[in-house]
């Protein structure tokens, strides 16, 4: 058996977590060895695990769902009857149905799932005057994430049928996936870029193209992501939409609390 991760994570938060639960089930030496790290932020992975697999699936929360670039490109994925866990990521506000879509797109392709938790990550559009979770996941999130992986271990050693896990969320799903703006959340301060291409090469849509005159972003392909303005190392990737910074404000005054991993294991019949 191997853990293999795989995962949508334009912002690194996802890909963080579904390591630390990968290196928790990793166990002692000679169990449960690491397997692959499989990326679909950037584009579709065509995979079949073997049914003696653990797969840990990542993905974020955009307003209450999945991205849908993430769920297409998740569907040329064949679970073959692997154990799957279930991970969604959300900026500390609203999770929403997107762990129950998750986990319902596991067994659609294949999975079949063993446990499945809500993380919290930095939200996207967190900015210096709005911190949404900032920082996060910190060191006490990873080391939930390795708890949360020695229960999946028990789970794992058991014997007997399980009882699948029920997560929040509802059917049919409360909100509709969030269609892509058509208007690019982010631009650029010419004057601090450096036209390193960093931000080209991390945005998933493909949405940003590198000029000799700085990055030019494509308003139609841009899924606010917030990608590029995170990884800017000069900060000259801004967030430019007034919904943006609306956005920010409301949820910044109204999700302060700090909001903790929950997680939802089976029992053995």
Known sequence: MQTHTLFFSPTKTGATVAQAV???????????????????TKAAVHKTFDEDDTVIVVMPVYSGRLPKIAVERFKAVNGNGAKGVAIAIYGNANAGDALLELTDICKEQGFEVI????????????????????????????????????????????????????????????KDPMNLPGVAATGTNLDDCTICGLCETVCPTSAITMTENGPQTDGKKCSWCSACVKVCKSNARLFTSPKVKETAERLFTNFQERQEPKWFLPARK
């Open 22 to 40: 990968q290196n928790g089930l990793q166990g002692l030496p000679g169990e449960s060895p690491i397997g692959e790290s499989i990326d679909i």
């Open 115 to 174: 446990a499945a938790a809500n993380f919290i990550g930095e939200h996207s559009f967190t900015m210096k005057q709005f911190p949404l979770a900032a920082g996060r996941p910190d060191t006490a999130d990873l080391q939930k994430a390795e708890k949360f992986a020695e229960l999946i271990r028990e789970v794992l050693n058991g014997t007997g049928p399980l009882t699948l896990p029920k997560v929040p969320g509802s059917h049919p799903y409360s």
